[in-house]
């Protein structure tokens, strides 16, 4: 007990240059008493006042810390890049790859939902820059685009020619059937989340939301069920038994016999992809220019990038929440640097680092743009189907996603789909990326895309650009691009 008094002792005589400060406390007659049980109790209560306060503040660090470790990815990637290395990859030393050291990719910062930033972008103009979500890092620009630019851009999709964005059924599905060898219990545990020993609803569209290209609801399964009289006892669930008797391609087949329309696919839309390239029209230049100015990456990087794609949403058009990039894993390849890639690599999927998304138009009714998890405090594909309410379905539940953009005649919306890697470079693809196009409502609704590609992959993505620079002079977009036609079916990802 004596010992421990010198402490507050020595703190009452340290703080020699803060004179402000009040007295802390009367110590004098606490420390001249001896042992008398007033002392001794008030002495308690001063020990256990600072053990609170102690025990608060470690907790209020670590509540802190939770909360914000989802956007320091983001935010501290290039400002501390060491003390976000260590984190990231824990034991070996980070060490920065020689060709990266001069090479780093801008990430805007968001500092909170609702910042205003003012850039400029083009001459005589300052735009405002508004942070709609942390996660994913998520800005809108109003006014980016002039009503002549939204005019000519839509004229000009139009002169192209815009082509259905899903056709109605693929093949290859059987074969996919065949090739699944798997026992009907063994796909009847995977299935089985919760391991219950029954199949609910949710259960099977977690896993297969998405069958050659129709998009299922509760609804529709408890459709086929009847149909397929698959639910004898008629409670929803499906036991072991009940599943056994399912052969593989039964829901595919029952639904071919339906007919499907175009509702139920997971997009219905049209679209086309227009060049930006030299010798496209001026207005589509200046919009790669200011995009390049608005993302502050290198021109190279948007230059060699998708070409701009025009969408147009007629009455009762959605597209449901997607992903526009995929996890990029050792054995995946992307799309834009295919010629770059290994030729044994087996998976491809597109690399798009940024979406920029531009409305075309005011929409009279619907056609929002929602990000079923955006800022939500934790991600769980699991939970997106709960209640037998789907958050992806943008024809039901939009207004159950965290946010929703309006579309606006001009503004201009950007993401990130991937984090940083924490050493300038791109990370893990961001799932709170996931967004989707509400139904219209009134009217036909208008948007472009610009996605800027970027290969989480450093080597394969600077081997890219050198085969590129090698090229003959035609060095069009057109002769870099790998026809975006071909892979606008199987780009998004299929949840
Ligand atoms: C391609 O993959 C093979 C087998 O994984 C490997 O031996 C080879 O070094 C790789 N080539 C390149 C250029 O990465
Ligand atoms: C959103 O966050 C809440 C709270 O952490 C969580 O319960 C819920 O599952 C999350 N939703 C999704 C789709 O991950
Ligand atoms: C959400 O939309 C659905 C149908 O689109 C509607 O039935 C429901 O009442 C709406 N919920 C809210 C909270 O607005």
């Not at 002392?39 to 609170?52: A, Q, W």
């Not at 955006?374 to 209640?387: F, K």
Request: glycine share 6%; proline share 6%; with cysteine.
């Amino acid at each position: 007990m004596t010992d421990n008094q010198e402490s507050p002792d020595a703190e009452d005589t340290a703080p020699s240059g803060s004179a402000t400060l009040p007295p802390l406390r009367p110590p004098c007659e606490r420390l001249q008493c001896h042992k008398s049980s007033v002392c001794s109790r008030s002495y308690f209560v001063v020990v256990m006042v600072f053990f609170h306060v102690y025990i608060i503040n470690v907790i209020a660090l670590l509540f802190y810390v939770h909360y914000n470790s989802g956007q320091e990815d983001a935010n501290r990637s290039r400002d501390a890049p060491s003390s976000n290395q260590q984190r990231l990859e824990p034991g070996p030393p980070p060490s920065k790859p020689e060709f990266l050291r001069d090479v780093s990719l801008t990430r805007i910062e968001g500092i909170r939902v609702g910042h205003v930033q003012r850039v400029s972008l083009v001459p005589g103009k300052v735009h405002e820059m508004r942070t709609l979500s942390m996660k994913p890092l998520l800005f809108e620009i109003p006014d980016f685009l002039s009503e002549d630019e939204c005019r000519v851009v839509m004229q000009l999709a139009q002169l192209k020619g815009l082509m259905e964005s899903q056709l109605m059924v693929q093949d290859g599905q059987e074969e996919l059937a065949k090739e699944l060898n798997l026992s009907p219990e063994e796909i009847f545990n995977l299935l089985d989340i919760n391991q219950d020993g029954q199949l609910q609803l949710h259960e099977i569209l977690t896993h297969s939301r998405v069958r050659d290209g129709i998009w299922l609801t509760p609804e529709n399964l408890r459709e086929i069920y009847d149909g397929l009289k698959a639910d004898k006892d008629g409670n929803g669930l499906l036991s072991l038994e009940e599943f056994r008797v399912l052969s593989n391609d039964a829901f595919q087949r029952f639904l071919m016999q339906q007919g499907v329309k175009r509702s139920q696919l997971v997009r219905n839309s049209r679209h086309t992809w227009l060049y930006q390239g030299k010798g496209a029209h001026r207005v589509l230049q200046d919009i790669k220019a200011r995009v390049t100015r608005l993302t502050r990456l290198p021109p190279t990087l948007v230059d060699l990038s998708e070409p701009l794609q025009v969408v147009r949403y007629e009455e009762g058009g959605h597209y449901h929440a997607h992903h526009d990039s995929g996890p990029v894993y050792p054995e995946t390849a992307c799309t834009h640097t295919r010629i770059a890639a290994n030729t044994s690599t087996p998976f491809e999927t597109s690399c798009r680092y940024i979406t920029v998304l531009f409305y075309l138009n005011s929409v009279e009714g619907g056609g929002e743009t929602a990000f079923p998890v955006a800022d939500n405090r934790t991600y769980d594909e699991v939970s997106l189907i709960q209640n037998n309410v789907d958050l992806l379905d943008t024809r039901r539940n939009c207004n159950k996603s965290n946010l929703r953009v309006k579309p606006t005649k001009g503004t201009a919306v950007f993401w990130y789909n991937y984090l940083s890697d924490g050493r300038g470079w791109v990370g893990e693809q961001d799932e709170y990326a996931l967004h989707g196009g509400c139904m219209v409502t009134h009217g036909t609704k208008w948007v472009a895309n610009k996605w800027i590609n970027i290969d989480p992959d450093y080597q394969r993505q600077a081997r890219y650009q050198q085969l590129v620079a090698q090229q003959p002079e035609e060095e069009d977009d057109e002769g870099v691009i790998v026809n975006p036609d071909t892979q606008s079916s199987d780009i998004h990802q299929d949840l």
